[in-house]
């Protein structure tokens, strides 16, 4: 019914940068709310960062001012840019879509491992 696609994940020095895609396809043409979660393993999955279709966004403390989330609606998909990586960041970044009658949807999850 709807494949999410996630790309960008990989290994990065501290300090670095790299940034998310996570394309939705479907029989379903748009999606209220778009973001990310992170899961560390032994640890509940976290938020990262939500954008509405009016483009509100939210982020968790531990990453505002680094990662910005954005949306292309005509793509249906989100992306996120991760600046200043910090090895505290290393996790497995899921993408969520939920549709207007409030179904979700999770990707398979991408690797982000930042070390030296």
């Known amino acids: 019914q709807v494949q999410l696609v996630e790309s960008g994940g990989g290994l990065v020095q501290p300090g670095g940068s790299l940034r998310l895609s996570c394309a939705a396809s479907?029989?379903?043409?748009?999606?209220?709310?778009m973001g990310w979660y992170r899961q560390v393993p032994g640890k509940q999955r976290e938020l990262v960062a939500t954008?509405?279709?009016?483009?509100?966004?939210n982020y968790a403390d531990s990453v505002k001012g680094r990662f910005t989330i954005s949306r292309d609606n005509a793509k249906n998909t989100v992306y996120l840019q991760m600046n200043s990586l910090e090895p505290e960041d290393t996790a497995v970044y899921c993408c969520?879509?939920?549709?207007?009658?409030?179904?979700?949807?999770w990707g398979q999850g991408t690797q982000v491992t930042v070390s030296s």
């Open positions: 954008i509405t279709s009016a483009r509100i966004t």
């Open positions: 479907g029989s379903i043409s748009g999606y209220s709310t």
């Open positions: 969520l879509v939920r549709t207007y009658w409030n179904v979700n949807y």
